[in-house]
């Protein structure tokens, strides 16, 4: 079984702090993504990466940052967090490729408040 | 306009009902077109996926695809109270775009199934 584990259930954070979200997967998956889930919006791609220092811009990547420096494992970063960034944040991977292009394995997601 | 509609619900059945689920998109370059569940506090898992036109059947499961109306539906009979959960759908374009491997997500309907 995949599993994509994520390093916080919940976590609260001051207005300008700097905020690590970590992601671990452990099946050797190349792709590697980043979203927010918001009541009435759905999930929103923020960053993803399609190999180790690889990354790519997603939907709404203002504010956002990225680093993967080993395959298993992908980070987004919260430079200066502010209010508007409370909220669920799930990360998923993928095997790559040409392979089952459809199908995200999901972390249990962060939920982040910003206070 | 997003380009994947789902209303947010909720949708509450009894028990032993059959549940309908429906997305409509507006991207005619989607070619996958998925069915996430999503648990409360966990992530969200793949239940189905269509490539293309048609229907699929897994199980108490349908999934339809209508792409000459960009509409797709998830069917669910013999509703039962594990069932209550949150569905995404999901879509993506094949791999001769840009957006090869990245999906966009409805909102998601919460269902619930009551006993």
């Known amino acids: 079984d995949v599993k994509v584990t994520q390093s916080s259930r919940y976590l609260v954070k001051r207005t300008g702090e700097k905020v690590f979200l970590e992601c671990v997967q452990d099946?050797?998956?190349?792709?590697m993504f980043w979203y927010r889930q918001d009541p009435g919006l759905g999930l929103r791609l923020i960053y993803f990466?399609?190999?180790?220092?690889?990354?790519e811009k997603g939907d709404i990547p203002e504010g956002y940052s990225v680093s993967r420096e080993k395959k298993e494992r992908f980070s987004l970063i919260l430079e200066s967090a502010s209010t508007n960034q409370t909220s669920m944040y799930l990360c998923?991977?993928?095997?790559?490729?040409?392979?089952?292009?459809?199908?995200?394995?999901f972390g249990p997601g962060t939920r982040l408040t910003v206070t | 306009q997003k380009e994947v509609e789902q209303d947010p619900g909720p949708l509450s059945v009894p028990e032993g009902a059959i549940v309908s689920l429906n997305c409509t998109y507006s991207?005619?370059?989607?070619?996958?077109f998925m069915w996430y569940r999503q648990y409360s506090r966990k992530g969200p898992e793949l239940l189905m996926y269509?490539?293309?036109?048609g229907n699929k059947e897994d199980g108490r499961f349908t999934a339809q695809v209508d792409k000459s109306s960009k509409y797709i539906s998830l069917f669910i009979r013999d509703s039962q109270p594990s069932d209550s959960a949150t569905y995404l759908c999901?879509?993506?374009?094949?791999?001769?775009?840009?957006?090869?491997?990245?999906?966009?997500f409805g909102a998601g309907t919460q269902v619930v199934v009551t006993p």
């Open positions: 990466s399609y190999d180790v220092k690889m990354k």
């Open positions: 991207n005619s370059a989607f070619q996958y």
């Open positions: 099946m050797d998956h190349e792709n």
């Open positions: 269509t490539y293309s036109s």
């Open positions: 999901a879509m993506s374009a094949d791999r001769t775009t840009d957006s090869w491997g990245k999906l966009q």
């Open positions: 998923a991977s993928r095997l790559g490729g040409e392979v089952r292009p459809y199908e995200q394995y």
